[in-house]
């Protein structure tokens, strides 16, 4: 079996260090050979390309910008109204991942309006997020790139998140019907609204094409204390085989250098 990859997700990690190229070569001096963030864009562009390059780590996953976050905005794919702002931001996110190589780009599904109800805005907001998948996949598909969607617990982390559970997440894939759009799993997620992570990962692992972990309730180390037995989980995805990244995205309990001593035991990060 070949061993599973791990990613720092340095929107996570090494926040002792203000900028993101500083935390790309500190996750390199670490071990890891790949990186992942939620958003690059306020920072400066060929630096970023610099830093990337000279730590010789892979950049494998950015988000497409989130929107307004001081208005409430946590990404625009599923948002009635947002349509052009949506494509605007896959401009800038593919413009990023281009110059940096990077061949994942998770496109935020973002939140049920304010003032709104689910239930009552859900299909609008679906047959959005599938139209604008849609145009996405066809432009993603020219550049090699594969875009992902990912369910955000509303119980805990996000009332509001739009895409909240694999089955809606799997439901909305299979109306996009496009192979280079796929479900991006980050287990702490997965566990707060569903559970049943053995089998949904067995059922949903055809269409998954990224991995991020975290311990449940306190979103720390995996091998801090909590409900999840991620020995467990990642012999399970080296039994099937499973070749993407795992993405590191949690909040280390103290350093972050301190608390990687789980992560030797399972990978080739170093």
Known sequence: ????KFCANISWLFTELPDFHQRITAAAAAGFQAVEAAWLYDYDLQQLQRAREAAGVELVLINTPPGNLKEGDLGLGAVPGREEEFRQGLDLALKYARALECKRIHLMAGRVPMGSQRK??????EAIFVQNLKYAADILSKEGITGLIEPINTRITDPRYFLDSP?????ILEKVGKPNIKLQMDVFHWQIMD???TQNIQKYLPIIGHVQVAQVPARNEPDSPGEIDYSYLF???EKLQYQGYIGCEYKPLGSTQEGLGWI???STHS
Do not use: I
């Open 1 to 4: 079996m070949a061993p599973l």
């Open 120 to 125: 009552a805005v859900a299909k609008e907001m």
């Open 167 to 171: 089955h809606q997440a799997a439901e």
């Open 195 to 197: 559970g049943n992570l």
């Open 235 to 237: 012999n399970m995805l």
């Open 264 to 266: 030797r035991g399972y």
